[in-house]
């Protein structure tokens, strides 16, 4: 099997756009794997909020960055660089097609502007801190090697996505993991910031029905998705497509090369 040098896909958008969904399929048609890029996913256990491809939905496809650490270990902007970097090396070795997904903006950055990080001292949350301005404050050329495309949608369709999607994920697995999650790490945990758990959490207490805390889950899913669209448009090399279009275009990159 001869090692792949054609480009890194790369598929940002916001959080319900369908980014899964293609990069699966996608990766499928290429033979490609799928390294995720999202700041939630690295967590053990935090599968139902967090909105984790499951086993039948990658239909056999590999995802790398998934269920990395547990609530409340450390893991860096630029753990997950150097993780990344390691992982598209492999999966080029295996002659495979590597493809970033996902809608952290800062891991994705991090990568396509090759950030360098001064060793692996200081909290997390400053070297966060600093990588988020450095991508504020110095961004350059993205690197050769990348190919980034973005999902975009109108904001109404967005919004019912992001409805249809809450209202899936409010089930009794999801209670359960958040009883799990609470008992055993608390809320003290930087990855129990997720709304969603606060919300799941207030309803199980009685704090607010279930119809306020799915449709605060949508309102804070929607402004968390204009946030990410905020930080994805000072790029100027994504190429931005609808949903449909994705498939397509990314096919016919891998083709030229």
């Known amino acids: 099997m001869s090692r792949y040098n054609g480009k890194v896909i790369v598929i940002v958008g916001p959080t319900g756009s369908g980014k899964t969904g ?15 890029a999202d700041s939630r996913a690295i967590y053990k256990y935090m599968d139902i909020g967090t909105a984790k491809p499951m086993p039948v939905e990658t239909q056999g496809v590999l995802h790398w ?9 450390r893991f860096t902007v630029s753990d997950w660089k150097e993780y990344a970097e390691q992982k598209i090396e492999e999966i080029r070795e295996r002659g495979k097609v590597p493809i970033i997904v ?6 994705v950055d991090a990568l396509i502007y090759d950030y360098k990080f001064m060793g692996k001292t200081g909290e997390k949350a400053d070297e966060n801190a600093s990588a988020e ?5 110095d961004r350059q050329k993205m690197v050769d090697g990348y190919a980034v495309f973005g999902i975009k949608w109108e904001n109404e369709a967005l919004k019912k996505r992001l409805a249809e999607r809450v209202n899936k994920l409010f089930v009794h697995a999801l209670y359960d993991e958040t009883k799990f999650l609470v ?3 608390g809320w003290g945990s930087q990855a129990m910031t997720s709304d969603i758990y606060q919300y799941a959490w207030g309803y199980m207490n009685g704090e607010m029905s279930l119809e306020e805390a799915k ?3 949508i309102l804070e899913d929607y402004h968390l998705a204009k946030r990410q669209m905020t930080w994805f448009k000072r790029n100027p090399e994504i190429t931005w497509l609808p949903l449909e279009k994705i ?11």
Do not use: M, R
Not at 133 to 137: A, E, F, R, T
């Open 22 to 36: 293609v990069g699966i399929k996608i990766a499928k048609k290429v033979g490609g794997e799928v390294i995720s």
């Open 65 to 73: 960055g998934i269920d990395l650490v547990e609530p409340g270990e």
């Open 102 to 107: 996902g809608g952290t903006g800062l891991y």
């Open 133 to 137: 301005q450095k991508s504020c404050s």
């Open 183 to 185: 008992e055993k790490y």
């Open 215 to 217: 449709e605060k889950c």
């Open 247 to 257: 498939e397509p275009a990314v096919l016919k990159c891998i083709q030229n090369g």
